[in-house]
């Protein structure tokens, strides 16, 4: 079965702070990880996926396959970061994707 | 580009009646997903489109939800009949393949009275 834990809901900073929004996975295959982000009154889109090894608007994930993490990080959190992350995982029938339950991350001037 | 459409936005009905939500995807693109966002939580794979068939379907509440996407482009989800627990928001996605970026649409955000 696939699992995507997110263990915190919330997650306040100061602008300025490095930021780190944890996820843990379980999956028995070979995963596929994603960060997506919803920023307010806006869709769902992608943020980042660990194939492509890219940066993002500053933020970076690295896949631990020994840890079964994907976490993002970003050094220098923006006020215009304020979202509700979602990290997800790909696989299984259709490669579908199974999320976790977000975390919504505040930066404060 | 034209993003995903998805109508109407809102919907309000009670138990037991039904509601159809659609949705028009990105121009070109073979996959299409229905997703349950219930408050609190991630979405969740209703069914999978690829073209005109069904890759999976294994979350679909089948004895109360149905789709379909004739012809391959545009798709429909229906809930019938209704249940308190289905109040969320149903959330439409287009991709280029598996495993693709997954482009959404605003959703629809359904209240069963």
Redesign the interface.
């Known amino acids: 079965a696939q699992r995507?834990t997110q263990p915190e809901?919330l997650l306040s900073v100061f602008k300025g702070a490095p930021v780190e929004l944890k996820c843990n996975y379980s999956y028995s295959g070979s995963p596929?990880l994603f960060w997506y982000v919803q920023y307010s009154r806006q869709?769902?889109?992608?943020l980042l996926?660990h194939i492509s090894r890219e940066s993002i608007k500053g933020f970076t994930a690295d896949l631990n396959k020994g840890e079964t993490s994907f976490h993002l990080k970003k050094p220098f959190a923006q006020e215009e970061d304020s979202a509700m992350y979602?990290c997800?995982l790909?696989g299984g029938?259709?490669?579908?994707?199974?999320?976790?339950?977000?975390t919504q991350l505040t930066v404060n001037p | 580009e034209a993003g995903v459409a998805q109508s109407p936005r809102y919907k309000i009905i009670e138990k037991r009646q039904s509601v159809a939500f659609w949705c028009n995807p990105i121009s070109g693109h073979a996959t299409l997903y229905w997703y349950q966002q219930i408050l609190g939580q991630g979405p969740k794979l209703l069914i999978q489109f690829q073209n005109n068939g069904v890759v999976d379907d294994s979350q679909l509440p089948k004895d109360r939800f149905s789709a379909e996407r004739l012809k391959g482009v545009d798709s429909t989800l229906k809930i019938q009949p209704a249940k308190l627990e289905d109040s969320a928001v149903y959330l439409c996605a287009s991709g280029q393949g598996a495993l693709e970026t997954q482009y959404f649409g605003p959703g629809t955000r359904l209240l069963v009275l």
């Open positions: 995507v809901k596929e869709r769902l889109q992608l996926r979602y997800a790909g029938r259709g490669s579908r994707l199974t999320f976790g339950e977000g």
